[in-house]
């Protein structure tokens, strides 16, 4: 019997088991109409808070809103947030949450329901990014872009000369907003009914690249995606088995299937001409899954999952140049995705414990199979090439063991094993190993020492070099499918003091990919870690931190297959540090934050002993924050707090790129994110019911 067979027989007995003893042992439920609750484990009332305030952000723009509560823009925000409950005598309950009311951020819920019976959830989530607003474009229209009437064509940017005149400002971002109802209903003898529809939006725009020819263009494309998921199941529990099983449909549709623009050079015929580009096809995804779970003798437990995705679409395709022909009008895609596991763990005796699992995953490509005209660019045909069906089946087990060798001392080994089969790939098969052994010191006095180290190994065969794309190099080795030998290990320390608390990490890895020729040849990684807090008193405590991480890697490629080779070095460092504290002095509470971090990116290539460095990236964060809470009563608390931020990051391939940079390149301007922020907010939070202590 062959490993995956085996995986998949003890994924099925186990959930037949499951199932079987479920129905078998699930007792009579009794009749609960009539009960009166003495001890609730809720309480009954009214509950609540809200926070009312205001702020100022001084220098935001969209690099500060992408990743800041999307305080895109300088000026005055307002702040509203809330919370609360009502529960009635019999358990009867409306629940509310809303966050960030006022911002593009806002989120928020409200249940309703009995405790024990059912209950109705409505929500919402709102996720906006914004990561450009200097961006320029000489175009307008939507989905079909044009260049205005008097627009005059040329052979590079710099020679447009309607274009200076045509630039105007377009942003590029996105708003995200979810809309959901979920709904869970008891019934009797421990089963739950439960379903959820939810809806994501997501608008705005991106910039998206097109060429014609050797001449390219960036355009800022409007989107408008909308998936609907409608999910839906049951589930049983009792005090020491579950089981649940789940069932999904989800739609995918994108209003824009086809994004047009006009060309902006110079063509052979002198006559204008218009390019396209295909955008994300509508998609249906439908899933179902069961899972179970038992407790077993001598401390153990079992866990078993099964599911299996389908993913189709059956959007119409679109010719590759204007006027061309498809190779056929009803591509069905379709990709089946099947994953069965098991789990066990077991801890039989007070000093041994074990874990184990098995998987099996399958990706099967049932799509239509057609021959297709590759165009190298525009009006250019290459080879004509049959669609390739990529699939693979995977069997994976992982394992450890723990032993409890003294009160001391605890040793454990663990490892695991991946064998993946593809079809249609230039590599048919791998299989991944990886072993470590760990050790646990705890010598006393709040110190402990924990050492892990290993190795592991991936053997690569059958390659098929016919499966290799046109125009690349079939010495290139893929560097997630290539023999690779992996050695790695890991320091952790701890010490806890009456007053102080000190932590560390410090971890090694390198990787070497002795048998490629072309693409990644080895990588090294480094980091080390440290956090330091004192707590003098139980009003008083601070915290220092600090990190370093470094990750190198070198790779070997060439021009073609009679050119010599070049090398590329590529260095990563990360730094962090931060320090802080808090102070609470009666009624008021003092809190102080500083991190401070850094990334530097080098990249240098050439030949062997002759290497030329690209100009070096940089990332760099400054953060300060300082917050001052005064508990007037236990109703009224009023809050002041201070924010800020500095961020800076240097991007050689894209600052200073404008749209008359390059010669064959229309551009939009777009820049490494930057900002240079505070905030300063006033805000007060009342409590009532039993938060202000109320009985």
């Known amino acids: 019997m062959s490993p995956r067979t085996f995986i998949k027989l003890s994924v099925a007995a186990a959930l037949a088991a499951a199932a079987a003893s479920a129905l078998a042992d699930a007792p009579s439920a009794p009749d609960v109409a009539n009960w009166k609750c003495e001890l609730c484990p809720f309480d009954k009332g009214t509950d609540g808070s809200f926070t009312l305030g205001a702020a100022e952000a001084s220098g935001a723009n969209a690099s500060y809103g992408h990743y800041y509560n999307g305080m895109d823009h300088q000026g005055a925000y307002a702040e509203f947030d809330a919370e609360g409950n009502v529960v009635g005598e019999k358990g009867q309950h409306v629940e509310y949450a809303v966050d960030d009311l006022a911002l593009s951020t806002r989120r928020g819920y409200m249940r309703v329901g009995t405790y024990g019976l059912y209950d109705l959830t409505l929500r919402y989530d709102g996720i906006p990014s914004s990561s450009q607003d200097t961006t320029v474009t000489p175009y307008s229209g939507g989905v079909n872009q044009s260049l205005p009437s008097a627009w005059i064509p040329a052979g590079t940017p710099a020679g447009m000369s309607a274009l200076t005149g045509a630039l105007h400002t377009a942003s590029v971002g996105t708003e995200r907003r979810t809309y959901g109802v979920d709904g869970r209903l008891r019934g009797s003898h421990g089963v739950t009914y439960f379903a959820r529809f939810e809806r994501q939006e997501k608008t705005g725009s991106e910039i998206v690249g097109a060429g014609f020819l050797t001449q390219s263009v960036q355009l800022i494309a409007p ?244 499966k290799v794309l046109t125009g690349q190099d079939p010495r290139v080795s893929i560097y997630n499918v290539a023999n690779r030998d992996r050695d790695f290990g890991e320091l952790n320390a701890t010490w806890s003091g009456q007053r102080f608390t000190l932590s560390a990490q410090a971890s090694s890895a390198n990787d070497r990919y002795g048998r490629s020729v072309l693409g990644l040849l080895e990588g090294r990684e480094r980091r080390a870690a440290g956090t330091l807090t004192w707590t003098p008193s139980e009003t008083l405590s601070t915290y220092v931190d600090g990190g370093y991480q470094r990750r190198t890697s070198t790779q070997a490629s060439a021009y073609s297959t009679a050119s010599p080779l070049w090398f590329a070095d590529i260095s990563d460092r990360y730094t962090h540090a931060g320090a802080g504290g808090r102070w609470v002095l009666g009624p008021w509470d003092y809190s102080l934050d500083y991190t401070h971090a850094r990334a530097y990116g080098n990249t240098a290539v050439g030949a062997f002993g002759g290497l030329a460095a690209f100009p070096e990236e940089q990332t760099s964060l400054e953060s300060y924050r300082f917050t001052i809470n005064y508990a007037k009563s236990d109703a009224l608390t009023l809050k002041v707090r201070w924010a800020y931020q500095n961020y800076f990051a240097a991007d050689w391939a894209n600052d200073g790129v404008t749209p008359t940079s390059l010669t064959n390149l229309l551009a939009v301007g777009a820049v490494s994110p930057q900002h240079n922020v505070n905030v300063v907010g006033v805000s007060f939070t009342y409590r009532y019911g039993k938060r202000a202590g109320n009985e």
Do not use: C
């Open 223 to 466: 989107l408008t995606y909308t998936t609907d998921t409608v999910e839906a199941g049951i589930d049983w529990a009792d005090d020491h088995r579950s089981v649940k099983a789940t069932f999904s449909d989800s739609k995918f549709h994108d209003s824009d299937a086809l994004f047009g623009f006009q060309d902006p050079y110079l063509t052979l015929s002198g006559t204008t001409t218009f390019g396209a580009v295909s955008r994300p096809p509508d998609t249906d995804a439908r899933q179902w899954s069961v899972t179970g779970a038992s407790q077993l003798p001598l401390h153990s437990s079992v866990s078993v999952a099964m599911s299996q995705s389908q993913l189709t679409n059956d959007a119409a395709l679109v010719p590759a140049i204007a006027g061309g022909a498809v190779p056929t009008t009803g591509y069905d895609g379709r990709v089946v995705l099947t994953h069965m596991a098991v789990t066990a763990s077991s801890h039989p005796w007070a000093n041994w414990s074990a874990r184990g699992r098995v998987s099996y995953d399958e990706r099967r490509d049932d799509s239509t199979t057609a021959v297709w005209q590759q165009y190298l660019t525009d009006l250019v045909p290459g080879a004509t090439v049959q669609n390739p069906h990529y699939g693979f089946e995977r069997a994976f087990a992982d394992g450890s063991l723990d032993w409890q060798l003294f009160r001391q001392l605890s040793l454990g080994i663990a490892g695991e094993r991946r064998d993946v089969n593809r079809t249609d790939s230039v590599v048919a098969n791998t299989a991944d190993g990886r072993s470590y052994g760990r050790a646990r010191w705890s010598p006393g006095h709040g110190i402990e020492l924990t050492v892990k180290g290993g190795f592991a190994h991936r053997e690569a065969s059958g390659v098929d070099v016919s």
